[in-house]
């Protein structure tokens, strides 16, 4: 890693920063991307079944919205999933034109098993790094998620 005191402007630092972001994000997602690859699966996927499982009875539309992503890349992993039987759609009662989304019971056991992991290894780091350093953690994920770092 690059010495953050060699470098009058930053650059090092926050090179330092994404790398450490980098390594930390491959770090959750290696063991629950390689039971994703064992069913043919990918990221996306397993992104999926977490906000379905977070948001039980939510439409596509709605799902669109929580990930922020578009409806092309959303198709066919959501297909895949509700083929499946990971996850079931079924029609809104008052709008015919609505489909709603929840984890079928296959799909609340895959999605356990990549997200508990994953929950796991939050709590340890959490647990070791301790509550100041978790909610710092906290705070600046919740700015760039946010997009609050540019105009």
């Known amino acids: 890693m690059i010495d953050q005191n060699d470098d009058p402007d930053d650059t090092g630092r926050l090179n330092q920063a994404l790398e450490m972001l980098h390594f930390g994000f491959r770090a959750i997602t290696a063991h629950p991307d390689e039971q994703l690859r064992a069913l043919g ?29 578009s409806k092309q890349y959303l198709n066919r992993p959501l297909r895949q999933l509700i083929e499946d039987g990971y996850i079931q759609s079924r029609q809104d009662t008052r709008d015919r ?24 290894r939050l709590a340890e780091v959490f647990e070791k790094a301790g509550p100041k350093a978790e909610a710092g953690w906290r705070r600046v994920m919740a700015l760039l998620g946010a997009g609050e770092w540019g105009a």
């Open 97 to 120: 034109r609505v489909k709603r989304l929840r984890l079928t019971p296959k799909g609340r056991r895959l999605e356990e098993k990549l997200t508990g992991e994953q929950r796991a």
């Open 41 to 69: 699966y990918s990221r996306v996927h397993h992104r999926i079944l977490y906000f379905v499982g977070r948001n039980p009875g939510c439409s596509v539309s709605e799902l669109l919205g929580i990930m922020r992503v």
